[in-house]
């Protein structure tokens, strides 16, 4: 018995170790929902509790909250900021950020990034001893909110070889 139970206790010291490692390195992926998130976190918590581990709601919260994606950096510093964290539950954090959530759903706010080249003219030549050409990157972001009967409106930039515009995407 003796020897079993010590094999069993260094299983568990091992396991918990594998979970410390798995919470520390916890983040929400780009894509993933609030709710898919705290299910992934509050599993690896609850294993960790299983295995001796005592863990608060505090630490708990404190980790979901510096390890969201970006987009809800400004909610994040919100909750922070308008909140006593000790105070806070699990269940209140997951509401609260449920509701952003939603509310960034329900602009049907559509992110379109379209990456050009920018080539600097400026310093193009044949001769030696001229500039190699200089290739920058720039980066154009829009939000569009459309409905199906606006659709019509709506004209896209083609910079492929030279500038084009036309309302029909084909």
Request: net charge neutral; proline share 0%.
């Amino acid at each position: 018995m003796k020897q079993k139970f010590q094999g069993s206790t260094r299983v568990k010291r091992a396991q918990l170790q594998a979970l410390r490692k798995d919470f520390e390195i916890l983040q929400m992926k780009e894509g993933e929902t609030v709710n898919a998130y705290f299910s992934r976190t509050l599993t690896i918590a609850n294993k960790m509790k299983a295995h001796g581990e005592s863990m608060s709601e505090t630490v708990i919260t404190a980790k979901i909250l510096r390890s969201m994606i970006s987009k809800f950096d400004y909610v994040v510093c919100s909750i922070e900021e308008s909140n006593n964290l000790d105070m806070m539950t699990i269940d209140e954090l997951q509401s609260s950020l449920l509701v952003h959530e939603q509310r960034m759903r329900s602009r049907g706010e559509e992110e379109k990034v379209l990456k050009i080249s920018h080539e600097d003219k400026a310093s193009r030549g044949r001769g030696k001893g001229r500039e190699k050409e200089k290739d920058e990157e720039l980066l154009l972001m829009s939000y569009v909110e459309l409905g199906q009967d606006k659709m019509e409106e709506v004209w896209f930039l083609d910079s492929g070889c030279s500038n084009h515009m036309t309302g029909n995407k084909e």
